[in-house]
């Protein structure tokens, strides 16, 4: 046979157990099984192959028709795809919160898709649907530490959940919004509740005028899309300014009471422990001083530091989370779980009936379906994957692994700040920092006249972006860029390379040649030039 023919035997077939002719998945497999980052080893960070000619190989928009041995078609995956995706296990690649697994992921990932349950109900997920609800009392207790009876009640429990398993802080976020607005927006007399009668009759019948999340400036993105599929409107985020990185509890203060003088009511105060950007964590405690006067729900969104908790000696940075009404965590950030693994955590295991949902056919009344109170409806068994993280690594090996990142921040802060021609704009608090380069006449200039920032930030902010394109383009490193105000300059936010220190294989000597690459790249650039001419008028 030369050609795979559509037919009712190949069909099935594929549904079997593959035979001699799907050798080419038998060598991925034993590659992979070999060494992953072999696969990616063609380069370093990211392929040469511009992403114009990648598009060409994913032009086609026509169904392909005739069926494709395995072994074809996976040759293909290999050439088109494998080929140029960014090799997010370099320990160059320094950009995102995205990096290297453990490698027994892999193994157990085929467990996943080979097992294929479905959590959304114990029918297709036994067995999966205690584990998950385990691991959510475990990442629950980690958080607020109740008493073990506690957990005894609750954790299996049909009328209550501990929080809900996800794909990511992006649905965490929005289902503790959820929860908050019919929590707050709940059914009294004649009214019932906001999910039956939605958000106008719930304003009219509690008198509000507007609803309002404060959080700051740093506030993750997914928490505009929050409020907008909540109905409140993107204008009803309301974000802070906070030039030192942390949202300001009299600042919050003042906001939620003028807002709740006006007719309006504060829904929640977000706050952020570990900002995606600059890796900063809100006072968490005053905050929830703030929320208990306001009489707002406090959510805490620990999406990438939470994992920070398991550090006996780093964990206290997140004093006062216990206090929170729920908490947003990534175990696909540090965590070291491959994605799609959020979680939201109610302090609160009532909380969770808030958007409590029954259909015919499942999620009945009384079933421990776990669908019954997530936003999502079919949903994998990735909370095997936590669970698992969690007895390989046991809370010691989190610890280690949490306590070498934050120690590798603080070594790459004094490398930074050593180096004649770089400045640290914010320094870490986490294993997240912010810098640029300033050449170092410049540095001399600025300090001497600091007026002369204003003109000469936004040519620095060129150079930024310039030295990380060029970067990023050039394969062998990779960090990310973002703009914000900083303490020195609050009116006038600048470009900054932004460092997320995750793979714990990334080395001192890895940092110091990714601050050599662009030392070496800077002075090529004619943005370079330009900075220096400016400054020598
Ligand atoms: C990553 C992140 C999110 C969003 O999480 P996803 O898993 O990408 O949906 C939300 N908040 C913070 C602080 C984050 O770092």
New binding site residues.
């Given amino acids: 046979m030369t050609n795979a023919q559509a037919s009712l035997a190949h069909l099935y077939r594929v549904f079997t157990k593959p035979e001699g002719q799907d050798s080419k998945l038998a060598q991925i497999e034993q590659h992979l099984s070999d060494n992953l980052a072999d696969f990616l080893s063609r380069h370093v960070v990211a392929s040469p192959r511009s992403l114009e000619d990648i598009e060409q190989d994913f032009s086609e928009s026509l169904l392909p028709e005739q069926p494709q041995f395995v072994s074809e078609h996976a040759q293909q995956l290999l050439d088109k795809l494998v080929a140029h995706s960014v090799n997010t296990y370099s320990p160059r690649f320094i950009g995102h919160?995205t990096s290297a697994l453990p490698y027994f992921h892999l193994t157990l990932s085929k467990l996943l898709v080979g097992l294929n349950q479905n959590l959304v109900k114990i029918e297709t997920s036994k067995a999966f649907t205690p584990l998950e609800r385990q691991v959510l009392g475990m990442i629950h207790r980690l958080i607020f530490n109740h008493e073990p009876d506690f957990y005894q009640q609750f954790l299996h429990n049909a009328g209550h959940s501990l929080g809900s398993f996800c794909?990511?802080?992006?649905?965490?976020?929005i289902t503790a919004l959820w929860v908050a607005r019919n929590r707050l927006l709940k059914a009294r007399g004649t009214f019932r509740g906001i999910s039956q009668d939605g958000l106008l009759v719930g304003m009219q019948e509690y008198g509000y005028n507007s609803l309002s999340v404060i959080t700051s400036r740093r506030?993750?993105y997914?928490?505009g899309k929050a409020v907008d599929v909540l109905g409140l409107g993107r204008n009803s985020l309301i974000a802070l300014p906070c030039p030192d990185q942390t949202l300001d509890p009299a600042l919050v203060l003042k906001e939620g009471i003028a807002i709740q003088a006006q007719g309006g009511k504060v829904l929640a105060i977000t706050a952020?422990?570990?900002?995606?950007e600059t890796g900063h964590i809100d006072p968490l405690d005053e905050l929830a001083d703030v929320a208990e006067e306001l009489g707002c729900h406090l959510h805490v969104?620990?999406?990438?530091?939470g994992a920070t908790l398991f550090s006996r000696r780093h964990g206290k940075l997140l004093k006062g989370i216990a206090r929170a009404d729920s908490v947003?965590l990534?175990a696909?950030?540090q965590m070291y779980v491959p994605?799609g693994a959020?979680m939201v955590l109610f302090k609160d295991p009532d909380a969770g009936n808030q958007v409590r949902h029954h259909a015919q056919y499942i999620l009945r009344h009384g079933s421990k379906d776990l669908g019954a109170t997530s936003l999502e409806g079919s949903r994998n068994g990735m909370a095997m994957m936590l669970y698992a993280s969690l007895h390989i690594l046991g809370r010691s090996g989190y610890e280690l692994l949490i306590d070498q990142s934050l120690e590798k921040a603080q070594r790459f802060a004094d490398m930074i700040e050593k180096h004649g021609n770089f400045q640290l704009t914010t320094a870490p608090v986490l294993c997240l920092l912010t810098y640029r380069l300033v050449p170092q006449v410049v540095q001399d200039k600025l300090q001497a006249n600091p007026d002369l920032a204003a003109s000469i930030n936004p040519l620095l902010d060129e150079l930024t972006v310039a030295i990380q394109k060029h970067q990023r383009e050039s394969g062998h490193s990779f960090v990310s860029r973002t703009r914000l105000e900083i303490q020195a300059y609050p009116q006038q936010a600048i470009n900054v390379f932004r460092v997320v220190l995750a793979n714990p294989l990334t080395s001192d000597e890895d940092l110091a040649e990714i601050l050599a690459e662009q030392n070496r790249l800077a002075e090529t650039l004619p943005q370079y030039q330009q900075v220096i001419l400016a400054c020598g008028r």
């Fill in positions: 919160m794909s990511g802080g992006t649905i965490a976020n506030g993750h997914s928490l952020i422990a570990g900002t995606t969104d620990a999406a990438w530091g947003t990534d696909h950030k994605m959020g």
